[in-house]
């Protein structure tokens, strides 16, 4: 973690987050629900006061807010909110794309294409949509380790957990959305191949344009209903 928050808590803290951020990305807790501090501290056998930071830390990640005389709530971002943090996205990973072509050494590179095979078959349709999203998130957290640049890293993370978050909780993926998003997997990791880092960026820029433009669809149709999804 890199906030000043997250730098000064306590190890039973960080657990906290760690576990709550979890929580929120597997739908334990959904956009809008209200986390209480003693409802965790009793369901986790901790006292209120590293709760308190664990909360603070969350926080920080963008993955809840303070809401005066509420307390902490799990966000809920608005469309313009989801544009920009994709917008966002797409820059980063522009950058940690051509980062990966100089750094990355070939048995990586041949790893990665490896991985973008083996995830695959994830895209089948009888299969799980969530089952396919972690396999991506994978496949970006490897592009991550071989791109080699730890503080580029820690710039991006935040924000890509985010626009995973907003697809894993929002992405219904009819099979030609799925299909198609392997192939631009395809196409980036040959891409990478070829260590040309304006093809990267523009490969990786595909893939998340892929991405973006279902989770903006959902945004656009649903408008203020979108989060009824969650019950």
């Not at 730098?7 to 739908?27: C, F, H, S, W, Y």
């Not at 603070?56 to 809920?76: D, F, S």
């Not at 799980?128 to 820690?154: C, D, W, Y």
């Not at 304006?198 to 998340?208: L, P």
Request: net charge positive; hydrophobic share 45%; glycine share 4%.
């Amino acid at each position: 973690m890199t906030t000043a928050v997250a730098e000064t808590a306590t190890p039973v803290a960080d657990r906290i987050a760690a576990k709550l951020v979890r929580d929120i990305m597997r739908g334990h807790y959904r956009p809008g629900d209200r986390i209480r501090e003693q409802e965790v501290a009793d369901r986790l056998g901790v006292s209120r006061g590293p709760v308190r930071e664990a909360l603070h830390i969350v926080e920080q990640e963008g993955l809840i807010e303070n809401v005066p005389w509420k307390g902490a709530r799990v966000v809920l971002l608005t469309l313009n909110d989801v544009e920009d943090l994709f917008l966002t996205t797409a820059a980063l990973m522009a950058v940690v794309a051509r980062l990966a072509c100089s750094r990355a050494t070939d048995e990586e590179i041949a790893e990665f294409a490896r991985r973008v095979e083996a995830h695959a078959p994830t895209s089948d349709a009888a299969r799980p949509v969530q089952e396919q999203l972690n396999a991506a998130f994978g496949l970006g957290t490897f592009l991550f380790q071989i791109a080699r640049s730890p503080r580029v890293i820690a710039t991006i993370a935040r924000v890509v957990r985010l626009v995973y978050w907003q697809h894993r909780v929002l992405n219904n993926a009819d099979p030609k959305w799925r299909t198609d998003a392997v192939e631009t997997w395809r196409v980036f990791a040959s891409a990478l191949a070829t260590r040309n880092p304006a093809k990267a960026e523009s490969a990786i820029n595909a893939v998340d344009r892929h991405s973006r433009q279902r989770v903006l669809k959902i945004h656009r149709e649903l408008g203020s209903a979108v989060y009824r999804l969650f019950g």
